[in-house]
Each structure stands twice: as C-alpha cells, then as structure tokens.
C-alpha cells in the first residue's frame, strides 16, 4: 500500500521514504506480534511487564531512527526550494538538521520515561533550570544566531552584493553564515560583522532593487562667464567615451545645479554596473574633467574673499 502511494506521486523523495519506512513498518508489526504474544502467556506479571516495556522502548528506538533520516532527507528537499521555503538553505541546513533531531531526541526520551513509570517531573525542572543558564551564557552567541535566521529569511543583500552600514563600513558581501556576515572592502580586507550588530543597523544596498545599474554624481563648478553650453557638451562627451559608464539602456546627463557663491555649480550624472569601481570611475572622470576644461580653457574656480581696507581720516581734537 505504501509503495503504491509513493507510485502514485511519482516523486522521487516519497521512493525515499517508502525505501526508509518500509523496514520499520515490518520491525513494528514483528514487535507487536511478540508484545501480544507476552501479554497471552502465563508469566508473572512483573515479567511480563518488564519484556512489554522493553519490546516498547525498541519501537521508540526504531521510530526515532527513522524520524532522524526521513528528518534530514525533508530538511535538504525543502532547502532547494527557496522560493517557498525562505528559511531552508544551504546555510540554515544544519541547524534545522539538529533542531529537528533534537526534538526527535527529546521526544523519544520523554516516551521511554513514561514507558518505564519514571516521574519526569523533576527532569523537566532540570531541563528548564539548565536552559535557562545556559541562555544567559551564550545571549551574545544566540542573538547572532536569530539575527542571522531573520537576514536569510527577509534576504535584505545576498552573497555578491555592495553594502553600506549606518557606521560607514561598506563592502562586497562574501558570505552570510548563522553568526556573523563577511564583508570585502575596497582595500581587499575582511570584515566580520555580527548578525546582531548588522540586523540592528540601516543597511544601505547598492546592488539592491530591480536596477541593474548605479548612478554615480560627478559635481563640477565653473567661472561665472563660462560658456554653459560648452561645459555640458564637454562632460557629456567624457561620460561618452568612458568605457565603464552605460551609453545605452541609461544615458548620462548634466544638470545645472545652483548659483554658487564662487561657481556655477552643475551635476554629472551617468550610471555604472558595479558599485565597487564607483571610487575608480569617479577618480578617472574627475582627471577626464580637469584635463579637457584646460584645454578648452575653461576656469575652475576656488572659493576666495577680498577684503577692502579703508582708512579713515583722524579726527583732529
């Protein structure tokens, strides 16, 4: 009957566990026989309750061991789907794992106590007592820990993606773990960060969103008198011929911004694909800028002040 309903799905997880349920099945039913057959004998009572309590404890035992294989098979088919199951992934795996055994373990030693007449009550007491001391222990290590399920569960970056923290530290996402969150700066360093201090930061994205691109600003400020027109035309055509600045799906543009007290204050803005070169590419456009406003003579302004003295003539008493 098991084989035909694992048929009937045609899915290669229920094979699996028809494979794994199938001896237990057998094993249960051989066991039960034997506990009937205890019952239905003239042995004394406490006999018969001994072998009746010990036939139960190998039930428990076998069924454990099978919730312990068929929990791990379900935990590792339900990390390939993501996008139903959030939480399951190659990162989360094995502390669903243990979770899962844990209380596989714990329920069978609850059921073999209770087979065996033992009042558990003051194990329970124990068990919570211990918990409890060992929460307060291990706080900073299990606060990591539930920040880093909540980071892969809401995905606010993923490995390969620029972020910035709240404190400045920014970088390339390397790896996601339980604990904490690797970063590479733009020195090539390192950083670990603990899921706490990360979920408890404002995470700025800057491979996030539906765009594939990045806007880079370029803020640029001329002479007054300057030939406006000849300034946008020469930072379009240095946007143009950058190799890295996107000519196609987003043009750059130039904006003139404000009236500043010693310039005229206008924006490049173009966009780029990866946020890791946006100190490169703005290194390399800002020379672009300087070299091309020389040759088309082209002021750039510095703030300065004049004063003026003014003497004024002593009054004679």
């Not at 060992?134 to 972020?163: C, E």
């Not at 408890?200 to 300057?226: D, F, I, K, P």
Request: with cysteine; net charge negative.
């Amino acid at each position: 009957l098991v084989r035909w309903a694992a048929a009937t799905e045609g899915t290669d997880l229920d094979d699996k566990l028809v494979a794994l349920l199938e001896p237990v099945v057998v094993k249960c039913i051989v066991i039960g026989g034997f506990l009937l057959a205890v019952h239905r004998t003239g042995a004394r009572e406490g006999m018969r309750d001994f072998v009746a309590n010990l036939l139960l404890s190998v039930i428990v035992i076998i069924v454990s061991r099978f919730l312990f294989s068929a929990s791990r098979m379900l935990v590792e088919a339900a990390s390939l789907e993501e996008e139903r199951f959030h939480l399951m992934t190659a990162t989360t795996l094995p502390l669903f794992d243990n979770l899962v055994k844990l209380l596989v373990v714990a329920g069978a030693a609850y059921l073999v106590i209770s087979i065996w007449g033992i009042d558990a009550t003051g194990w329970l007491a124990s068990a919570g007592v211990l918990g409890i001391a060992v929460g307060f222990a291990a706080r900073d290590t299990l606060s990591n820990l539930f920040a880093g399920v909540f980071i892969i569960a809401d995905k606010p970056y993923q490995k390969g993606d620029w972020i910035v923290l709240d404190d400045g530290q920014q970088g390339r996402v390397e790896r996601i773990g339980l604990r904490s969150t690797r970063l590479i700066t733009r020195d090539g360093v390192e950083i670990s960060m603990p899921n706490s201090v990360v979920g408890a930061s404002t995470v700025t994205n800057l491979s996030g969103g539906l765009e594939t691109h990045h806007r880079l600003r370029v803020a640029v400020g001329v002479a007054y008198g300057s030939d406006i027109d000849q300034v946008r035309e020469i930072l379009l055509d240095i946007a143009a011929e950058h190799p890295k600045v996107d000519n196609t799906k987003h043009k750059p543009a130039v904006r003139f911004r404000s009236f500043g007290d010693s310039s005229l204050d206008f924006h490049l803005l173009c966009w780029i694909e990866d946020p890791g070169d946006r100190g490169l590419i703005l290194d390399e456009l800002n020379c672009a800028v300087y070299k091309r406003f020389a040759a088309a003579n082209i002021e750039i302004p510095f703030p300065q002040q004049d004063i003026y003295i003014r003497q004024l003539a002593r009054q004679e008493s």
